[in-house]
């Protein structure tokens, strides 16, 4: 299934049905009086957040969604039917946009209701009074909502894996679950978040493989800013870095530079600092590495390697442990 997390799409709730101007008549009831209907409502825009689906790719091609208009009134007092509403699935995560203004946030299955159809319209019954015997008023059935909204899926995670390209996340990731993602010995291997489960006993965590971020992301270099956002639903971080680069410290530093560059927040989440590809260095340099790494970082470092799985054990149980 293709990724997609921004869409843009027109939606209309449905228009309200006409009241009906009508007058009984029967045979022998020459003044039977008025007997119009009301209008039947339109129908209402609902949205519901839907688990296992990350994806907005159902609305790359469709993008107009128009709920039914009501029935109109009929005589002999019928009222008008309803119009069909319509229940748009969407991803957990999803944030729904207005002329840039937030107007829902999907974190839950429950279902929302986000433009109300027009109401009907009242039949000519509902105007009469004892000085009015045969009253010729009615209204007409209220417009329905119509806008061009905005869908944005923010991945919701526990932990989201970044690091730079090629540092191993995705290797890391296949380690912790059962993701099908894709690895390579060159940059930018993974285009796309993915998520995976990952489970121990009773214990789960749901864990986002981030795109790889190089200097300048968060102004749209590289794969850019747009997939920064999916870490901001993230409750923790894994910050995954390449031992056996030259600059080890500098590459933390860069990463650490663009989550504060693009949401000052993200730089106060809870982070796990991870050396990774262990097994190409000598334990002296290793050492080096690390106790640079902890003179700018507080946060406890990992040693780990994907190939060996030293250190993985061990982190996927302080992953666990993590946010309880």
Request: proline letters at 3%; charged letters at 30%; hydrophobic letters at 35%.
């Given at each position: 299934?293709?990724f ?26 020459e ?22 689906l990350?994806?907005?790719v159902?609305?790359?091609f ?11 009134g ?9 119009g069909?509403?319509i ?25 929302i ?43 919701i ?49 749901i ?11 968060h ?8 997939f920064l ?31 504060k560059?693009?949401n ?17 260095l000598?334990?002296e ?13 507080k ?26």
């Open positions: 299934m293709k997609i997390d921004e869409a843009k799409v027109f939606i209309k709730s449905g228009d309200g049905g006409d009241g009906c101007l009508s007058f009984r008549r029967e045979k022998y009831i003044f039977g009086g008025p007997d119009g209907g009301n209008g039947g409502r339109g129908g209402n825009i609902y949205i519901q957040g839907v688990k296992g990350n994806t907005l159902d609305f790359r469709q993008k107009h969604f128009r709920a039914k208009k009501g029935v109109h009929a005589g002999r007092k019928r009222n008008g039917a309803a069909k509403d229940i748009l699935k969407l991803p957990l995560g999803t944030q729904i946009y207005e002329d840039d203004e937030l107007i829902e946030d999907i974190v839950s299955t429950k279902k209701l986000l433009f109300e159809g027009g109401k009907g319209g009242l039949g000519n019954t509902n105007f009469k009074s004892s000085t009015n015997r045969a009253p010729r008023k009615i209204t007409l059935g209220e417009k329905g909502y119509e806008a061009d909204v905005v869908f944005k899926l923010k991945l995670a526990d932990t989201g894996l970044i690091g730079l390209p090629n540092a191993g996340k995705s290797s890391f990731m296949k380690k912790l679950t059962a993701a099908k993602t894709k690895v390579g010995d060159y940059p930018f291997t993974t285009i796309v978040p993915k998520l995976g489960v990952m489970r121990k006993g009773d214990s789960e965590k864990i986002a493989d981030i795109p790889g971020l190089i200097e300048g992301a102004t749209g270099t590289g794969l850019g800013f747009q956002r999916h870490i901001e639903r993230c409750t923790s971080i894994i910050h995954i870095l390449d031992v056996a680069e030259e600059n080890v410290v500098s590459n933390y530093k860069t990463i650490r530079n663009e989550l560059s693009y000052v927040d993200l730089k106060n989440k809870p982070e796990i600092v991870v050396l990774n590809k262990s097994d190409l000598e334990n340099d290793i050492k080096k590495v690390k106790k640079s790494l902890m003179k700018i970082t946060n406890k470092v990992y040693i780990i390697s994907t190939i060996t799985n030293e250190g993985i054990d061990e982190l996927k149980q302080v992953i666990l442990r993590m946010g309880l």
